[in-house]
């Protein structure tokens, strides 16, 4: 119940319930303290704030993309910190269609929680309803989270080169036409995708409310990519591991699991100037 997506109405109901932990994901790689301000600013009733850079992603360091995964151990202790632990159920949001939020819901199912949402339609649509807002900070409730990760829910760069190479996987990329061509390239260096991968901007997931497709679309437009590869052996990739987690979701949601995630992505690729590049469908 409620481990892929979670509607405003039913969320609504639950905003004083000890056992629901909210979590506000609100992050602007551009301005990174952007989100702490919207959160300070107006957020949904008892729901605490997660930075991205800070919370959700491990220091920057040679070798690694933009948002390494963090320690397990430390991440850890910071979802406790927030509440979340055993019994707990959790929700997601941002502002911008999930691609954000999803991070935390991929890492929590990562660290063995896998009762997790994501809010559909996210803050943009709390707001269209008139739900509630508020600019007090949420109490703190510390618990113990107790992490079992399961690593085979990732992938590094030396498996991924390997099982391209062996055409083992599909590779599927989260981010825009424009930069997996390499037509622009706004954050990462250098411009492009990793030869043999696919293109499904995590837009596609959405409708025009900026909510999911439904299941069985979304399951249409997987398929129409997979053709006879089974979910599992799908490898889903972005910039830096954020918004390829969207992805992941709607294989979820379409009942299409097993996929995995590419944790460093084309920010880490890149870093191995011997790796291959590809641009403009090559």
């Known amino acids: ?11 609504s109901g ?15 790689l551009t301005d990174t303290e952007a989100g702490a301000r919207a959160y300070a600013a107006g957020h949904i009733p008892g729901a605490c704030y997660a930075h991205l850079d800070r919370d959700l992603a491990a220091p920057v360091a040679p070798g690694t993309g933009r948002h390494p995964l963090p320690d397990p151990a430390v ?8 509440g979340i632990g055993r019994g707990k159920r959790v929700v997601v ?19 063995g929680h896998d009762s997790v949402a994501l809010l559909d339609g996210g803050l943009p649509k709390w707001r269209r309803e008139g739900r509630p807002l508020t600019s007090v900070a949420a109490a703190s409730r510390p618990v113990v989270f107790e992490a079992h990760p399961d690593d085979r829910l990732w992938v590094a760069s030396e498996f991924l080169r390997d099982a391209v190479a062996r055409r083992e996987c599909l590779l599927m990329d ?6 997996f061509c390499g037509d622009v390239e706004p954050l990462d260096p250098v411009a492009g995708h990793i030869p043999g991968a696919v293109n499904l901007p995590f837009e596609d997931n959405l ?10 679309d979304l ?14 052996r799908v490898i889903q990739m972005c910039g830096s591991g954020v918004t390829a987690c969207h992805n992941l ?15 460093g992505s084309w920010s880490e690729w890149i870093t191995d100037p011997l790796r291959p590049v590809a641009v403009n469908g090559g």
Do not use: N
């Not at 399951?219 to 990519?225: A, F, H, I, V």
């Open 1 to 11: 119940m409620f481990k892929t997506l979670i509607d405003t109405a039913t969320l």
């Open 14 to 28: 639950f905003l004083d319930d000890p056992q629901w932990v909210i979590v506000d994901c609100r992050f602007t």
């Open 75 to 82: 991440l850890a202790r910071t979802l406790g910190s927030w």
């Open 93 to 111: 949001y941002d502002d911008s269609f999930g691609a954000i939020a999803v991070r935390l819901w991929w890492m929590l199912r990562w660290l």
């Open 174 to 179: 989260a981010r825009s036409e424009e930069r």
């Open 207 to 216: 409708g025009m409310s900026g909510e999911f497709l439904p299941p069985e």
């Open 219 to 232: 399951r249409s437009l997987y398929l129409g990519l997979l053709s006879d590869v089974p979910p599992e």
């Open 249 to 263: 979701l709607a294989m979820e949601h379409a009942g299409l699991r097993g996929a995995r995630l590419y944790a």
